[in-house]
């Protein structure tokens, strides 16, 4: 037989792991069992507590035992209620149970005899001492008056919890009333003896300057501290934002005014470049280091003062719009018009200064209402400031934020708002991404060479070089790169969609409306830019605007503009014969004047280019003269910066349409006879007319007026003397009409002085004058008058006969 093993087998780990879970669970069971019974024991001390005391106040308390008792029905039930109440008896140490029971047996301190000096419990155990703290509190009658006591915080020692009480100081109220009788007397007394000074005017004037300089003095010194410091110092904007609730009459309106442009400024310079996003409670509950903590709560402090100075500026804005006189009447109601101006100049500041920042979208919400606001300073200011938000907005984000608004804003009005509104689309940067995507597409960007290509061309240390050059070259890239052009694409698409629902709306509902020069502007300047689906309904639409007489004449310039934009670009595909608009443009053209059209003259000039320069392959050789001679003969009557545009946009033609040279010549060409006065170029024979015009302006008074004429003369040449210096030959017609504009009404260029040094011999006396009058006056001159009386009376003798 083999020996037992009498060995102990060691225990597995998934045992030993088993085991102590085990032991773990019973020990946490034991744990809270104990935690149980500690609490029972405390309950039944707690409810021992209360019987004694209840027991002690009862004035009349009611034996245990009562022998005489009738009905012995109800003194068992409220036995059995107080069992109820009472811990159960399973719970209860036998000691504790013969305790209760020795209690129940004998009466209390009331009901016994006081002369007796027997203690009433003779045996003393460790649980009577609790009811002996109770039982030797001395008892106060009831006619003392009771002190209130105020609870403090308890203590607690080895013994247990000791509360902490002390007493409420009572006031003597009679002795508060005399107290008081004697104060008015001497109150008066004072009032009577220091009355308050009255300040004359000039006294008023020194008392307010000293108190602006004070406060000018605190918000600069907070600026400082502020610009100085800002993650250190951000606390001090809450005090500085204080101030713009300045409470001193005198000062109130200059200080709030002073105080909003301070932290107009002070925002513009500490906010940050990016957008502060709040925090979520993960990152909250992450440890960090202490810049970082610092960080946050300077981010914090920034966005929240941020939002109360927004809030405040809105505030200013509604007090000016309902004109509500407030309760502490610091402010009166004319300076709530200045002070509504300096929020509004902040709020377009931030508008233009901070578009990525937080909030950006409430100040579009405030800004856009107000440029229909009725003031026209705060309307202009507005406009001005959205204009300027366009033109630098090279993304696009801030711009489609105003464009959702601004449309959603003339919806709501239905259409009755200003045309400045609308007139600001026209800045809006979207023609760019056609000019990036055409430099896109000439200079590709340059592609890296694969591993297999570095591997058949390069050896081993040009490989090494090769990656480090183009590790190099993405990191430049990635550092010099702009926004993705997708990105502004789809920006642009969706701001563009906007404006072309907004235009079109107006065009189908408020054709009569002051919004149409705007939309017909709008649509000149972006027509390229349209779908192809919209170019037959939007031509018509055009064409019966123009025929139904409704229009101005720029307006309707306007429309021929627009209409020639669409056919230049994707409209080339479409088979639509545009000679309605030749025709209407050649018939209208002698409303411009020198006068108030004159302005016109730029569109003209805008049309001009886009209908027979651009369109050259589709513009007859007759059309092309009949619109040359007509030019001539309107530059005779119109400004001198008008006639500069005209003749340069001739200058164009007849290089661009070298037969157009024969009006230079007096001989006519074919048969006919020329037709001023006919409205159709094409049929008013101008091949038969002389541009005799050029003569009569070579002797105009303006010196580039004249220059143009002897070229146009000459046959335009580009070379020899009679060609054009390049600051005239280089600029477009339009250029040369706004660079000699006489809008500030000065003579552009500058008339020459004449500083002749050569001194002409100057004609004095009578050599101006015919010898027989020079001997005529020299006789008369030479009589001598005899005296004669002066006797007046016979002159009135006559007169009354």
């Known amino acids: 037989m083999k020996a037992r093993r009498n060995k102990k087998q060691v225990p597995s780990f998934r045992k030993l792991l088993k085991t102590s879970k085990v032991k773990l669970e019973n020990k946490l069971k034991n744990k809270q069992f104990k935690q149980q019974s500690t609490l029972k024991k405390y309950r039944k001390e707690q409810r021992k507590l209360r019987q004694a005391v209840k027991d002690a106040v009862s004035k009349k308390p009611v034996p245990l035992e009562d022998p005489k008792e009738k009905q012995p029905g109800k003194r068992i039930e409220r036995e059995e209620e107080e069992e109820e109440e009472a811990l159960p008896l399973d719970m209860m140490d036998e000691d504790d149970l013969q305790l209760m029971k020795d209690l129940g047996q004998r009466a209390s301190f009331l009901t016994r005899d006081i002369s007796s000096s027997e203690p009433v419990h003779v045996k003393k155990r460790k649980h009577e001492s609790v009811i002996d703290k109770y039982e030797k509190i001395p008892r106060t009658l009831q006619t003392a008056p009771e002190k209130e006591l105020i609870h403090l915080l308890p203590i607690k020692d080895k013994s247990g919890i000791i509360p902490q009480t002390r007493e409420k100081p009572v006031i003597d109220s009679n002795q ?69 609730m300045e409470q001193d009459p005198d000062v109130a309106v200059t200080v709030r005014k002073l105080v909003i442009v301070s932290l107009m400024e002070l925002f513009k310079d ?37 939002k109360f100075y927004l809030e405040n500026l809105e505030q ?28 509004v100049k902040s709020l377009c500041e931030l508008l233009v200064a901070l578009p990525h920042f937080n909030f950006h979208n409430n100040i579009i919400v405030l800004i856009v209402p107000l440029m229909n606001d009725m003031s026209k300073l705060i309307s202009e200011m507005c406009c001005e400031a959205v204009k300027k938000l366009f033109k630098q907005d090279k993304l696009g984000q801030a711009s489609l934020g105003v464009i959702k608004v601004i449309s959603g804003y003339v919806k ?51 490989r090494k070089w090769k990656k480090a050059e183009e590790k190099l070259e993405r990191e430049l890239r990635e550092a010099e790169a702009s926004e993705s052009t997708e990105k502004k694409l789809k920006l642009h698409t969706e701001t ?87 025709t209407h443009l050649y018939k209208t053209l002698f409303k411009l004047h020198a006068g108030a059209t004159n302005e016109g003259v730029e569109t003209v000039l805008q049309c001009l280019d ?44 007849m290089h661009t349409f070298p037969k157009t040279d024969l009006l230079l010549d007096n001989e006519s060409q074919g048969s006919g006879v020329f037709l001023p006065e006919l409205d159709e170029p094409e049929y008013c024979n101008a091949q038969n007319t002389a541009l005799w015009e050029l003569h009569a302006l070579r002797r105009h008074y303006h010196p580039i007026v004249q220059r143009l004429a002897v070229h146009l003369i000459a046959g335009a040449p580009s070379e020899g003397s009679e060609a054009l ?67 007046f009376t016979k002159c009135l003798e006559t007169s009354l006969r």
């Not at 056609?434 to 200079?443: A, H, L, M, S, Y």
Request: with cysteine; aromatic share 6%.
């Open 725 to 791: 210096k390049p600051e005239l030959s280089r600029r477009s017609a339009a250029e040369l009409f706004e660079a000699y504009s006489m809008a500030a009404m000065t003579f552009n260029p500058p008339v020459e002085s004449s500083n002749s040094k050569r001194k002409d011999k100057v004609l004095q006396g009578d050599s101006f004058l015919n010898e027989e009058l020079n001997q005529l006056i020299k006789r008369h001159c030479s009589q001598v008058a005899t005296p004669l009386p002066l006797d």
């Open 176 to 244: 508060d009333e005399e107290d008081q009788e004697e104060m008015e007397p001497e109150e008066g007394n004072e009032i009577i003896e220091k009355p308050i000074k009255e300040l004359t005017l000039e006294e008023h004037l020194i008392e307010r300057k000293k108190k602006l300089q004070e406060r000018k003095m605190h918000i600069a010194a907070l600026a400082s501290a502020i610009l100085s410091d800002p993650e250190s110092n951000i606390k001090k904007l809450k005090e500085l934002r204080s101030m713009l």
């Open 412 to 462: 709501g009005r239905n259409y009755e708002v200003r045309p400045e509104m609308l007139k600001t689309f026209l800045c809006l940067r979207i023609k760019e991404i056609e000019v990036k995507k055409d430099t896109e597409d000439i200079n590709k960007p340059k592609k890296f060479m694969t591993f297999k290509e570095k591997r058949k061309t390069l050896s081993r240390m040009q």
């Open 496 to 582: 563009l969609n906007i404006v072309f629902v907004t235009y079109f709306r107006i065009l189908k509902k408020a054709q009569r409306s002051p919004l149409l020069p705007a939309v017909l502007e709008g649509l000149a300047k972006f027509a390229h830019l349209i779908n192809v689906e919209f170019f037959d309904d939007l031509l018509v639409v055009l064409h019966s605007l123009i025929e139904s007489g409704d229009l101005s004449y720029q307006e309707s310039l306007h429309c021929v503009q627009t209409a020639f934009h669409i056919l230049s670009g994707q409209g080339d595909v479409l088979n639509i014969d545009p000679m309605k608009f030749y």
């Open 316 to 343: 200013m804005i509604k007090d000016w719009k309902q004109r509500k006189l407030k309760k502490s009447n610091v402010v009166s109601l004319k300076a709530y018009k200045g002070l509504a101006e300096v929020a």
């Open 270 to 306: 500490i906010t940050p470049s990016y957008k502060i996003r709040p925090l979520t409670e993960a990152e909250k509950s992450t440890k960090i280091r202490k810049e970082t903590q610092k960080l946050r709560e300077f981010e914090e402090g920034l966005v929240s003062q941020y």
């Open 610 to 653: 886009v209908m027979l320069t651009k369109r050259r392959k589709q513009v007859s050789q007759q059309r092309a003269l009949a619109f040359i001679k007509r030019l001539c003969t309107l530059a005779l009557h119109v400004l001198p910066n008008s006639s500069i545009g005209i003749l340069a946009t001739n200058r164009i033609l």
